[in-house]
């Protein structure tokens, strides 16, 4: 990668950010493509978030992502916000046209694209168990209604953010088939019986040992596990696998959800086989 003056910069404010995995797949996508950018990680602390994003307009960056723990803050520093993360609250890409910088959550996209490229899926009409009430939980399920989904289920440990949830999204994309599962009940084979997706966007099994929240007995029910965590192979992962039910890891969100964000910024398609290629050649 030969850097010069005229190189467009990309890159990712996030607290902390060190272990993100974006500039590897973001940079050899750039370098497969020829493309004259870069993608660079930043530490930018919450309380100098509002100053990072000025300087957004003050370096030219074409733009940025913005993760943990930015994706809300940010919102009140831009000075467009796209419809759909407007809906869910979480704006986790910018860009940058002639200083005017516009939000947007590719999070959703991400996981919608993923689920259509890598198994042919399409939500529409489709039952979703969705495990966890936080940032992502609301990208997935604004995401999954506004592609069609029949019936969602929620069930986060604190109940009152599963139901803080359902009220927003029901209320802002007019969907009534939101039902909240109480933590305790999770289990309760009366949930289990026409659930065609379960999507873990909690952050448990991202250390070793920790145990999948949903029984095997139940994972064994349904057509496909879609698993957040990307650190590690998580248990939730290895019941489906041992079971041979599809499942899906949030190594292949990260790479759609990236691979939206590059696509804003170029106005290229992403060449997903070279992103996904270059994290294993680094892991
Ligand atoms: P968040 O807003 O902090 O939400 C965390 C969620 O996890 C909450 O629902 C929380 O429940 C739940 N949780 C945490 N510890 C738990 C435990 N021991 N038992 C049960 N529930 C627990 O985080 P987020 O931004 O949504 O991210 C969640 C996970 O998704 C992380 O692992 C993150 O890395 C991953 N993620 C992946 C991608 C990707 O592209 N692959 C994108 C976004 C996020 P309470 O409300 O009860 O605390």
Known sequence: ????GTTKITGVFGYPVKHSLSP???????????LDYIYIPVEVSPENLGKAIEGIKALSFVGV?????HKKAVIQYIDEIDEEARIIESVNTLVNKDGWLKGYSTDGYGFI??????KGIDISGKNVFILGAGGSAYAITGVSIKEGVSKIYICNRTG?????LKNALSKRLQFQNILVVPFKERNDKKYWKDID???????????EGESSLIDEKNI???KLVYDLVYNRKTELIQLAEKNGIPHMDGLLMLIYQGAVSF????GMKAPIEIMKRSIHADT
């Not at 992502?65 to 723990?69: K, V």
């Open 24 to 34: 590897v797949f973001q940079n050899a996508a750039f370098e497969y493509l020829g």
């Open 65 to 69: 992502n913005l993760t943990i723990p």
């Open 263 to 266: 696509e804003l910024w170029t």
């Open 113 to 118: 694209r993923s689920l259509k490229e890598e």
């Open 1 to 4: 990668m030969k850097i010069t």
């Open 197 to 207: 997706l379960i999507v873990n966007t909690t952050s448990v099994g991202m250390k």
């Open 220 to 222: 064994v029910s349904v």
């Open 160 to 164: 009152e953010k599963a139901e803080l």
